[in-house]
C-alpha cells in the first residue's frame, strides 16, 4: 500500500511562488503514475498534473504548463510541484495521487478510482 502526504502550503501573494511536496511511504516503481489534483472551494476537483514514474514524462492542464512543473526525485521518494506566478484562481487544496499505469495517464487525469490520495494541502493566493 502507498500513502501520501503532501507539505509546503500555505498563503502567499499574487505572482509568488511556492513548491509542493509529496512524501511517498512504499515502493513506487516505473509503472506508476503521480500526479496533484486541487479542489477550490465550491468547485469540483481538478486535474493539474502527472509524472510517469521512473520515465519522467509530465503531463499538465494546458492552462497551467506555463506556470506549473511537476518532478519526480527517485533518491527522495518525492513527488514536488513547483507553482509560479501564482493567481487568486490558485487558491485551493491540492492532493496528491498515485496509482498502477495500467490505462495510461489519460484515465490518472479523471481522478477516478485512483490507487492513493494524500490528504491535501491547503494553498491560498491573496491580492
Known amino acids: 500500500q502507498v500513502q501520501l502526504h503532501e507539505s509546503g502550503g500555505g498563503l502567499v501573494q499574487v505572482g509568488d511562488s511556492l513548491t509542493l511536496s509529496c512524501a511517498i511511504a512504499g515502493h513506487i516503481t516505473p509503472g506508476y503514475v503521480m500526479g496533484w489534483f486541487r479542489q477550490a472551494p465550491g468547485k469540483e476537483r481538478e486535474f493539474v498534473a502527472a509524472v510517469t514514474w521512473g520515465r519522467g514524462e509530465a503531463q499538465y492542464q494546458d492552462s497551467l504548463k506555463d506556470r506549473f512543473t511537476i518532478h519526480e526525485d527517485d533518491a527522495k521518494n518525492t513527488v514536488s510541484l513547483q507553482m509560479s506566478s501564482l493567481e487568486l484562481e490558485d487558491t485551493a487544496v491540492y492532493y496528491c495521487?498515485?496509482?498502477?499505469?495500467?490505462?495510461?495517464?489519460?484515465?490518472?487525469?479523471?481522478?477516478?478510482?485512483?490507487?492513493?490520495w494524500g490528504q491535501g494541502t491547503q494553498v491560498t493566493v491573496s491580492s
Open positions: 495521487a498515485a496509482d498502477r499505469d495500467l490505462y495510461g495517464v489519460a484515465a490518472f487525469k479523471t481522478g477516478q478510482g485512483l490507487l492513493s
